[in-house]
Nanobody, 121 residues
C-alpha cells in the first residue's frame, strides 16, 4: 500500500509565497517522475511542474520563473515552492508520483488527496 500526503496549502495575498510538500510512504521500490497538478472549479486538472529521477524539471508556461519543483529522494518527497503568487493560481493542487512498489515490477501513477491554495487580490 502506498500513500501520498500533501501539506502546505492555504490562503495568501497576491505576491506572497507558499511551499507545498508531498511525501510518499508505504512499500515503495523506486520513484520515477514526481509532479504537481492543479485543478480549478469547472476546469480540467493541468500539469504545473514535473521532475524526473534524473533531476530535470519542466514547468507549465503559466508558472515558469515563479514556481520551483524539487525532490528529496531519501525522503520520497516532492516540493513546490510558489513565489509571486497570483489570483489565477488559486486551485486545488495535487501531487502525483509515478512509482514502482516493492512487490510489483511495473510503474503506476499515485495521487495525493489535494491541498487548497487560495490567492486573494
Amino acid at each position: 500500500q502506498v500513500q501520498l500526503v500533501e501539506s502546505g496549502g492555504g490562503l495568501v495575498q497576491a505576491g506572497e509565497s507558499l511551499r507545498l510538500s508531498c511525501a510518499a510512504s508505504g512499500s515503495i521500490g523506486s520513484i520515477d517522475a514526481m509532479a504537481w497538478y492543479r485543478q480549478s472549479p469547472g476546469k480540467q486538472r493541468d500539469l504545473v511542474a514535473v521532475i524526473y529521477s534524473g533531476g530535470s524539471p519542466n514547468y507549465s508556461d503559466s508558472v515558469k520563473g515563479r514556481f520551483t519543483i524539487s525532490r528529496d529522494n531519501a525522503k520520497n518527497t516532492v516540493y513546490l515552492q510558489m513565489n509571486s503568487l497570483k489570483p489565477e493560481d488559486t486551485a486545488v493542487y495535487y501531487c502525483n508520483m509515478r512509482l514502482r512498489t516493492s512487490y510489483l515490477y511495473r510503474y503506476d501513477d499515485y495521487w495525493g488527496q489535494g491541498t487548497q491554495v487560495t490567492v486573494s487580490s
